[in-house]
């Protein structure tokens, strides 16, 4: 089996995964749900939705340990060893137009911790929720802003889910 059939064959398998265990195989939807602590929304696709991040102070990034995190949790198993995506998985560059050149650190925080979006929705539900410190996710924040930009942009849609794919 070569790597790109293979890759092929293990994102099939988590968007089955994703749908079995949403209990639904519906997309997330804002609103959608019921209200936990917080505030915050769970929704049927058992992503949350709700106000968009806020902007909180993190600490100085390390590129050393971003990189290290990074490469940890296989990020270009989706991302590509580019970071550019492709398909349905997002641009994670510092690219403007495509990538996360106009997100915040908030906002990233929000993505990889959380599976939110900029406007405070949820992301695709493959998209595995990092449950990293402060300082880990300004680690990969700094390491993610240190990339060249990738003028690629990625398909909008998640497979079988309809939601955004950032």
Same mark, same amino acid.
């Given at each position: %089996?070569?790597?790109?059939?293979?890759?092929?064959?293990?994102c099939a398998l988590l968007s089955l995964v994703a749908c079995s265990a949403s *209990?639904?195989?519906?997309?997330? #939807?804002?609103?959608?749900?019921?209200?936990?602590?917080?505030?915050?929304?769970?929704?049927?696709?058992?992503?949350?939705?709700?106000?968009?991040? +806020?902007?909180?102070?993190?600490?100085?990034? $390390?590129?050393?340990?971003? %990189?290290? @995190?990074?490469?940890? $949790?296989?990020?270009?198993?989706?991302?590509?060893?580019?970071?550019?995506?492709?398909?349905? $998985?997002? $641009?994670?560059?510092?690219d403007a137009q495509f990538g996360l *050149?106009?997100?915040?650190? &908030?906002? +990233?925080? &929000?993505?990889? #911790?959380?599976? @939110?979006?900029?406007?405070?929705?949820?992301?695709?539900?493959? %998209? +595995?929720?990092?449950?990293?410190?402060?300082?880990? +996710?300004?680690?990969?924040?700094?390491?993610?802003?240190?990339?060249?930009?990738?003028? #690629?942009?990625?398909?909008?849609?998640?497979?079988?889910?309809?939601?955004?794919? %950032?």
């Amino acid at each position: %089996m070569t790597f790109t059939s293979h890759c092929t064959y293990f994102c099939a398998l988590l968007s089955l995964v994703a749908c079995s265990a949403s *209990g639904t195989g519906e997309p997330t #939807r804002a609103g959608a749900g019921t209200t936990g602590a917080g505030g915050a929304t769970t929704s049927a696709g058992g992503g949350t939705t709700g106000a968009p991040p +806020v902007d909180t102070p993190l600490p100085p990034g $390390n590129l050393a340990n971003g %990189m290290a @995190l990074v490469d940890k $949790n296989s990020c270009t198993l989706c991302h590509y060893s580019d970071y550019g995506g492709a398909g349905f $998985n997002p $641009n994670i560059t510092p690219d403007a137009q495509f990538g996360l *050149g106009k997100w915040t650190d &908030a906002q +990233v925080a &929000a993505a990889i #911790r959380r599976g @939110l979006s900029i406007d405070g929705t949820s992301l695709c539900p493959l %998209m +595995v929720h990092f449950p990293f410190s402060d300082q880990e +996710v300004s680690d990969v924040i700094t390491f993610l802003r240190s990339l060249p930009a990738v003028t #690629r942009p990625s398909g909008s849609a998640c497979p079988g889910h309809g939601g955004k794919a %950032m």
